[in-house]
């Protein structure tokens, strides 16, 4: 990679979390922006207007699936999605939206300390947050009350340095605080650069822009001021 790539790189990443900021129009972050995973595991992809019985997937197993991914040493861009698409699945079953929040809670309040422990906790966190993104008002919402982000917080402080945990707390925090928003993004643009697939998915189209069409409209310039 030439020398002039990584400024290119970061100015792209961060012309693509400032274009979030207007995701709000389009639908929540967590649950409308489809995570780049390559080829890993996870469970079926899963449309957004999905319906309960559309696709013959049984939500009775949505716990089993979900936590046989997560418990897999599953990279956490693995786990993003996968609890994204876990949660499209379980608004259409209030008893299975809870049985998985329930069971993800109990199995981080029951970790040790440690690696496994922070997973635990970010997938708690994360799985809470975009609960209460997708499951709408005058739903049963297993997560109303819970404060999912600091559970993420608590998942990065057990990790340690994690960009692409910061790129998960940075979606989260697009609507603040905006001191610790600034803080996420900065972290997650400086690990993408050792990290390929985090600068894809921080790069990746928008709303149906590209980083490219975000830079021409001037998003670039402002940056630099």
């Known amino acids: 990679m030439n020398s002039n790539a990584f400024p290119r790189l970061a100015i792209g990443i961060a012309a693509t979390l400032l274009g979030f900021g207007t995701i709000a129009h389009a639908g929540p972050p967590l649950i409308c922006h489809p995570i780049e995973i390559g080829p890993a595991r996870s469970l079926p992809s899963v449309d957004l207007n999905y319906q309960k019985g559309i696709g013959g997937y049984e939500l009775k197993n949505l716990t089993r699936d979900t936590l046989a991914i997560l418990d897999a040493n599953t990279p956490v861009l693995v786990r993003m999605e996968t609890l994204r698409r876990a949660t499209l699945y379980a608004r259409q079953d209030s008893q299975v939206a809870k049985e998985l929040l329930t069971r993800l809670h109990a199995r981080a309040a029951n970790s040790d300390s440690g690696n496994l422990s922070a997973l635990a906790w970010f997938d708690a966190g994360y799985l809470a947050e975009a609960y209460k993104q997708w499951i709408g008002k ?21 990790r340690g340095s994690d960009p692409e945990m910061e ?33 894809r998915n921080l790069a990746s189209n928008f709303n149906h822009q590209t980083i490219a069409g975000l830079l021409s409209h001037g998003t670039a310039d402002e940056l630099r001021k």
């Open 138 to 158: 005058g739903e049963s919402n297993p997560a109303s009350g819970i404060d999912g982000y600091g559970w993420v917080m608590k998942a990065i402080s057990l």
């Open 167 to 199: 790129f998960a707390a940075a979606l989260i925090t697009l609507n603040g605080p905006e001191r610790e928003h600034s803080d996420h993004v900065e972290k997650a643009m400086a690990g993408a650069k050792t990290d390929p697939l985090l600068a």
